[in-house]
């Protein structure tokens, strides 16, 4: 069973920055997407970003032109991005990895911006 290791999160004041990174416990081969998702408390989770092989991107509405994803994949890594963060961004940060019909969940990172 692969695992994702998440680091990065923490504190931060709003208009901050942080940088998630998350990395593959083992190597992975052909088509698969690599991502960001969180879940705020009381709500469901929800796609942040996600990076496929190949370099395709998708970001959610909420985060387009504040947020970059970007990954390795020859190291199964892929980093996020955040500037200009908003209170309303605060969430634990999910990684994940999705090849075929699996998906993979890291155990989560807590991000929190308030003044």
């Known amino acids: 069973q692969a695992q994702l290791a998440e680091s990065g999160g923490g504190l931060v004041q709003p208009g901050g920055s942080l940088r998630l990174s998350c990395r593959a416990s083992?190597?992975?081969?052909?088509?698969?997407?690599m991502g960001w998702y969180r879940q705020a408390p009381e709500k469901q989770r929800e796609l942040v970003a996600t990076?496929?092989?190949?370099?395709?991107?998708n970001y959610a509405g909420s985060v387009k032109g504040r947020f970059t994803i970007s990954g390795d994949f020859d190291k199964d890594t892929v980093s996020l991005q955040m500037n200009s963060l908003k209170p309303e961004d605060t969430a634990v940060y999910y990684c994940?990895?999705?090849?075929?019909?699996?998906?993979?969940w890291g155990q989560g990172t807590q991000v929190t911006v308030s003044s």
């Open positions: 994940s990895l999705r090849i075929g019909a699996q998906t993979f």
């Open positions: 083992q190597r992975f081969f052909g088509t698969y997407v």
């Open positions: 990076i496929a092989t190949g370099g395709r991107t």
